[in-house]
């Protein structure tokens, strides 16, 4: 009897504890977003693979997991700067196909995925750190993110 109420009076103590709340997904998103940490990668392209990891997981609707189609609908090169703390400090387009729709999805995904896990500090130079990543976008609106993209489909 007593092992039962044990085992209840730690059930009801970690189900407090829970980030999670009523309809699952801001909760979700919240935590993910709260807890960051700091960065893992010693080199700036483990750091990259991190970043888009991060913002894939982040922006998963909009994310799609097969190899990305033989014609693109769009590639989009953004330039995006952060602080030694993982802040967003600013987001450019660099390259485009004037795609306005696509150029705001990967501008809006960066700043979706905001903060990110703080740099090693020997990555930040003069108190930021300045990132190229490249979104791949199919004819549905969804990309990849070339870090992590798998190859493209040939014709």
Not at 14 to 32: F, M, Q, R, W
Not at 37 to 47: H, I, V
Not at 99 to 118: G, H, M, Q, R, Y
């Amino acid at each position: 009897m007593k092992m039962r109420r044990l085992v209840l009076l730690c059930s009801c103590v970690l189900a407090a504890c829970s980030t999670s709340t009523p309809g699952g997904k801001k909760g979700d998103e919240a935590a993910k977003k709260a807890d960051v940490g700091s960065s893992r990668a010693f080199t700036l392209n483990g750091y990259k693979r991190e970043l888009a990891l991060r913002i894939s997981e982040m922006n998963a609707s909009k994310v799609y997991t097969d190899r990305p189609q033989a014609l693109l609908r769009s590639v989009i090169v953004l330039k995006y700067s952060l602080n030694a703390d993982g802040k967003l400090l600013r987001s450019d387009v660099v390259r485009s196909n004037h795609d306005k729709v696509t150029e705001n999805i990967a501008l809006a995904s960066i700043s979706n995925s905001a903060p990110f896990p703080k740099p090693s500090s020997f990555l930040v130079k003069n108190g930021k750190l300045e990132i190229t990543e490249t979104w791949l976008f199919n004819n549905d609106g969804r990309f990849q993110l070339r870090t992590i993209a798998q190859p493209q489909m040939s014709e």
